[in-house]
């Protein structure tokens, strides 16, 4: 059975620096994996890249060669990914053995795991393929200053926990950037009384009943919560870790090692 990561998120939520990070820890610690780019408009890497969309298609020549926008161009990147995941994408992943830790570091738009079924049909193909996924989604804890912004970050979370029917950790990047923590704090166990007074004070009075609605669904159903990460701290990183270990099962059919020993001689 092998193990993998979706790593989504807003453009600029830190989706590339987490992947780089992740592997700097896991080579520290001595522990393999290897990190996919399935971004075809990415050029730079901090981490040695396993597999590349762009080695299938690329977001320049497309917008070359079609005359698409980056949008429209990278919607067309990623149906034929879609296209070709019993092709290239099978040739590669036959690099891998079964127990593999695969992390996917995503494009940012929106709208591939929010609506877009291309995500989707990519995570039902590593399911086949045995695959134990987990989706990783960061939301940058500097977006996350007030009660209308962490109700947004909470519904695009919900957003791809719906699309994509996985496993989620929902991740507060850049920590390591924030002044003030405690702002960040209040949001992390939030009260569901202080959020709704909060958010009526800075709505329109025709939105009360959305409101109340927003603020239960957060809060009865649980269904959205966010782990804090700070890249300078490795315990940081290894919670991190180990939330998506969790997740995904991974290591618990794992052989248990035994030391044999034999008992010493008497005399």
């Not at 700097?24 to 597999?51: K, W």
């Not at 949001?187 to 603020?215: T, V």
Request: overall charge negative.
């Amino acid at each position: 059975m092998g193990y993998a990561q979706l790593v989504i998120g807003p453009a600029g939520s830190g989706k590339s620096t987490y992947c780089s990070s992740l592997y700097q820890h896991c080579e520290t610690v001595g522990r393999s994996i290897n990190i996919v780019n399935l971004d075809p408009a990415a050029e730079n890497f901090d981490y040695p890249v396993a597999m590349d969309i762009k080695e299938l298609i690329s977001l320049d020549d497309v917008m070359e060669e079609l005359g698409l926008g980056p949008n429209g161009a990278l919607i067309y990147c990623m149906e034929e990914l879609e296209y070709n995941l019993d092709g290239w994408f099978a040739e590669e992943l036959e690099n891998y053995r079964d127990d593999d830790y695969l992390v996917f570091d995503c494009p940012g738009q929106i709208e591939l795991f929010s609506h877009v079924p291309v995500l989707r049909n990519f995570v039902e193909h590593l399911k086949s393929k045995n695959f134990n996924v987990c989706a990783v989604c960061l939301i940058d804890s500097q977006f996350i200053t007030d009660v209308t912004k962490f109700i947004s970050g909470c519904m695009a979370s919900l957003s791809a926990m719906v699309q994509l029917e996985l496993p989620h950790v929902n991740i507060l990047s850049k920590m390591d950037l924030v002044t003030n923590k405690k702002d960040i704090e209040d949001y992390l166990n939030p009260e569901p009384r202080a959020l709704l007074s909060e958010l009526n004070q800075r709505m329109a009075p025709q939105f009360l009943k959305l409101n109340k609605a927003l603020i239960e669904l957060v809060d009865e159903y649980s269904m959205v919560n966010f782990v804090p990460l700070d890249l300078r701290k490795e315990s940081s990183i290894q919670y991190v870790l180990g939330q998506i270990d969790n997740c995904i099962q991974y290591g618990e059919d794992a052989d248990v090692k035994v030391r044999d020993f034999d008992p010493p001689d008497e005399d």
